[in-house]
């Protein structure tokens, strides 16, 4: 993370003079240091992200899911998953908004305005997806019209969607890409390594599902009409230039909105908020329900990444869980909700009734007052929290792992299978082999009615909702072991440790989860 905590010139501009809900920041100190190499390229690598190698066609692998492998294995590079995934997240983050101090965005700027920040760096974000990393991916992979990429054009205040039928071939999407259409990966991610290291580390410091799009647009053009989006945004300008104008929400009821809106006319939106040129190395923020288009600038083709999280993460949607779950408790539990109504209380209640004032209306709703305070005493918060928790496992991306971490787990370490049917020895566990879990958001642990669930995400698609979700069924009594081992993250632990009853117990359930790819080990287990 060498340079990330480098010191810096903040200019602070306000965008319009009429409104300070917007600001620009310019790190100056990447202008300064531009002629120095090993700074701006970071010894060839951002934050476990290397810098593109122009000799190697692997930038893009065809992956069918499961916990993904980061193939280059330049020294260091992948130093990103090494230790607590908790703080290598921050890390990531930090390069992502640098200069900006993440304390200070999540205060003055998260759900609150947009942030521009100009970096002058050209090559900041280019060893996550380039255009001819884009090609490489088309040529390589069986990549699908509307599931995996889209065809866009946006033409006289309205935009149409030109997806043909089956496999998006390289030549036909540059073809319409040459006739002035945009072109949008619905989900890069599962073919492009490096993207897919950046959102599964990022997913672990947000502890929800981060997402991604890329979207190329050719120079002269716009492809998407003014919109809002039900996520909060950090768009990263990669390639080229793009013009982009931000408008405010029209209600209060569109501020940070659970669902994205249709289309607007440009006589819907009003003036824009902020107004400015990302160009490569540059960052957008904006939060979920900020109007927004962009338009390429005259001459510049332009490719950029949005990065997309809390996406119904909300006080509401845990609230939604809560009220759900705690009435069916006071049903269960307390007389005073299942008592019938007043025989006649639909002779004063109701509309037609709203305006009047008797003792029956104020008896009524007095009631109704008392029983949903007495409501939450029945409040299972910690039910309805594990239960975003199982949410964030289905919605989550498999872990990236290290070459270390693949010799450590079961996906690297174990039985092997050579020559003539005959395998290496496996892997034995002793009551002193220490281990720990893959990552601090690798599993959820919640009570259903049906038993416990150990909810993972460790065999989930790179393709979002790919898979049904992935659980391991387990005993009540073994749910204390369970709850060590995420207390003990990210330390390793003996499993000598873990309290259960015996040392036959520990190695099972130890075995069960290594099994899963849920563990690592200290070091590659000696084989037998």
Known sequence: MSGLNRQTNIEIIDVDETSNDSIIITDESTKKKKKNNSENKRKGKINGLPAEKKSSGSESSSSEGNASEVDDKSEDENDVNVGDSLVEGRK???????????????????????????????????????????????????????????????????????????????????????????VRL???????????????????????????????????????????????????????????????????????????????????????????????????????????????????????????????????????????????????????FRRGLPRNYLSYMGLVHSDEKSSERTAFIEKVKNLTEKLFSYAPIDAAVDQMGKQFMHDALPPVLTPEEKACSAFGDGYIMKENGKLSSGVEFTEDTRVKLLRGHILRLVSEEDGMKLYHCVHNSLEYHGNEPQYLELSEELAPAVEFLVRSYPEFIQISQLPLEDNAQKITLVGDLWDRGLLLTEGPLKKS
Request: with cysteine.
């Open 92 to 182: 990531l983050f930090v390069w992502l908004i640098s200069p900006v101090i993440p304390e200070d965005f999540f205060s003055n700027t998260w759900e609150k305005r947009p942030l521009h920040i100009k970096r002058g760096t050209e090559e900041y974000y280019k060893p996550v997806i380039s255009t001819p990393i884009i090609d490489k991916m088309l040529r390589n992979n069986n990549i699908l019209f509307t599931k995996n990429l889209d065809i866009t054009s946006y033409t006289d205040g309205k935009r149409e969607t030109h997806n043909p039928e089956g496999r998006a071939l390289p030549s036909v999407v540059w073809d319409y890409y040459n006739n002035g259409c945009s």
């Open 186 to 336: 619905l989900n890069p991610q599962t073919f492009i390594p490096k993207l897919a290291l950046l959102t599964a580390t990022l997913q672990d410091y947000f502890g929800c599902f981060v997402g991604a799009n890329a979207y190329l647009t050719p120079p002269d053009s716009q492809g998407f009409a003014p919109h809002y989006d039900d996520i909060e945004a950090f768009i990263l300008q990669v390639e080229g230039k793009k013009h982009w104008r931000l408008y405010a929400p029209k209600t209060e009821s569109e501020v940070l909105p659970r669902f994205s809106s249709g289309n607007f006319n440009q006589d819907e939106i009003g003036k824009p908020i902020m107004e400015v040129t990302l160009e490569p190395g540059d960052l957008l923020y904006f939060p979920r329900g900020t109007i927004h288009q962009g338009n390429t600038v005259s001459g510049h083709h332009s490719l950029h990444i949005t990065l997309s999280c809390y996406q119904r993460n909300t006080w509401g949607d845990l609230l939604e869980k809560i009220v759900s779950a705690s009435l069916q408790v006071a049903l269960e539990e307390d007389v005073e």
